[in-house]
Nanobody, 123 residues
Framework: QAQLVESGGGSVQAGGSLRLSCAASVDRFNIYTVAWFRQAPGEERVFVGYISWRNGFTLYADSVKGRFTISRDNEKATVWLQMNSLKPEDTAMYYC????????????????WGQGTQVTVSS
């Protein structure tokens, strides 16, 4: 059973940057795709991006493309979400999720989730 712990959330003004971390306690981290999702109050959890087990392939939602970057270090079993040029509409609880061998944008496909970290962007 993989365990994920997010950190790095906080409050920032529009245009600023934050870097979220997702640390995994799991064997063979290199076979896991790790995705980021976010959920604003009263809204559904939506896909932000993922970094796959396959050569570190990344995929991003259109809303964050060009502003957010996901990277990973398999030795440290950690994934980062670098968020630049933040906008108020990026305000949400951010979750990392992982599972073996998959490459998908649907939250129900991921079995392992972190507890979330809050990101608040003020205008």
């Amino acid at each position: 059973q993989a365990q994920l712990v997010e950190s790095g959330g906080g409050s920032v003004q529009a245009g600023g940057s934050l870097r979220l971390s997702c640390a995994a306690s799991v064997d063979r981290f290199n076979i896991y795709t790790v995705a980021w999702f976010r959920q604003a109050p009263g809204e559904e959890r939506v896909f932000v991006g993922y970094i796959s087990w396959r050569n570190g392939f990344t995929l991003y939602a259109d809303s964050v493309k060009g502003r957010f970057t996901i990277s990973r270090d398999n030795e440290k079993a950690t994934v980062w979400l670098q968020m630049n040029s933040l906008k108020p509409e990026d305000t949400a609880m951010y979750y990392c999720a992982s599972d073996e061998w998959i490459m998908t944008t649907f939250p129900n496909d991921y079995r392992h989730w972190g507890q979330g970290t809050q990101v608040t962007v003020s205008s």
